[in-house]
């Protein structure tokens, strides 16, 4: 979400973030907040990414800042989707306002890497998530229960959630809804589920399984070539379908494919206080390591791609 503040003699008169998908952006929200309108012609306008310039689901947010007549506007990065890139800097500037670009620019290219991501790349940002064991698997070879076997703690699935409800989907492997049916939803934490998708070769799944229950959205894709990559294949479903943000929650074969074929931005990796002795391996991968975190007995490690 683009973040936006509008600032009157060192106070902040209005505020605003993205509403969903083809509500206001940013920029309208924070002008609506103002209460006196008429301290715009004296304020300066901060925003993370460049306002747009061009008609998609909502009008130009820079036409709407030169209406009111804000002199000053502090940006923090260009956004480079080619129908802005530059465009609303150059209409702000062409109006007489004073324009500064590239405050905190690294700070918000970070923020806005899914954004990034999805109109660079073609492809939605990717997570990729996994808990295992000490000794270095993510799941036994054989179990009793339709149910997944916890490897960590109650508050590393707790932030596992959170996680969902940050991002816009959450991927899995026929495999992983056979053996565990899970639900993959937000049930510890506060916030909006995730789309579901579902790679199916072979049609296995029934209605019956919670992975379709009414909680979320559920799209089911077999319309995939599996004797080519699959991971490249399934992103350019995703860049179809609109989604930005993805997290690949297993199973071993689909997270491997994302791996293989370099298609992921971050791993998150868990390692649990067990040992399985025998299961199925954690994938294979090389990331830098960005940090780590204990939840009790549990590891945390995210890696990025660089």
């Not at 820079?62 to 890139?85: E, M, R, W």
């Not at 937000?186 to 909006?192: K, L, Q, Y």
Request: hydrophobic share 35%; net charge neutral.
């Amino acid at each position: 979400m683009v973040g936006c503040v509008i600032v009157h003699n060192n106070s902040i008169i209005g505020e605003g973030f993205t509403s969903k998908y083809g509500g206001n952006h940013a920029e309208v929200n924070a002008i609506q907040s103002v209460k006196n309108k008429s301290l715009l012609k004296q304020a300066t306008l901060y925003v993370t990414l460049e306002p747009c310039s061009h008609y998609g689901k909502t009008p130009p947010c820079s036409d709407l800042i030169i209406a009111n007549k804000i002199p000053k506007v502090v940006i923090g990065c260009i956004d480079d989707n080619k129908l802005v890139a530059g465009k609303g800097i150059e209409k702000l500037i062409n109006a007489g306002c004073h324009v500064t670009v590239g405050v905190l620019e690294e700070a918000c290219k970070t923020h806005h890497k899914r954004f990034f991501t999805f109109h660079n790349k073609k492809r939605p940002y990717i997570i990729l998530k996994w808990a295992e064991t000490k000794d270095g698997f993510i799941a036994p070879i054989a179990k009793n229960e339709q149910k997944p076997v916890w490897i960590t703690n109650e508050y590393s699935r707790q932030l596992v959630h959170k996680w969902r409800a940050e991002e816009q989907a959450i991927l899995v492997g026929a495999n992983t809804v056979l053996q565990d049916n899970p639900s993959l939803t937000v049930r510890d934490w506060s916030g909006e589920n995730p789309v579901r998708i579902v790679i199916d070769r072979d049609q296995n799944i029934s209605k019956s399984y919670d992975i379709y229950n009414s909680e979320a959205e559920t799209i089911t894709k077999n319309d995939i070539d599996f004797t080519k990559q699959r991971a490249s294949q399934i992103c350019a479903i995703l860049f179809k379908n609109e989604i930005t943000s993805v997290i690949i929650e297993g199973g071993a074969k689909t997270l491997q494919d994302f791996i293989d074929e370099n298609l992921w931005d971050e791993a998150r990796v868990f390692t649990g206080n067990k040992l399985f002795k025998q299961g199925v391996n954690a994938p294979s991968f090389s990331g830098r390591l960005d940090h780590e975190i204990c939840i009790n007995e549990d590891v945390l490690k995210i890696y990025y791609n660089d």
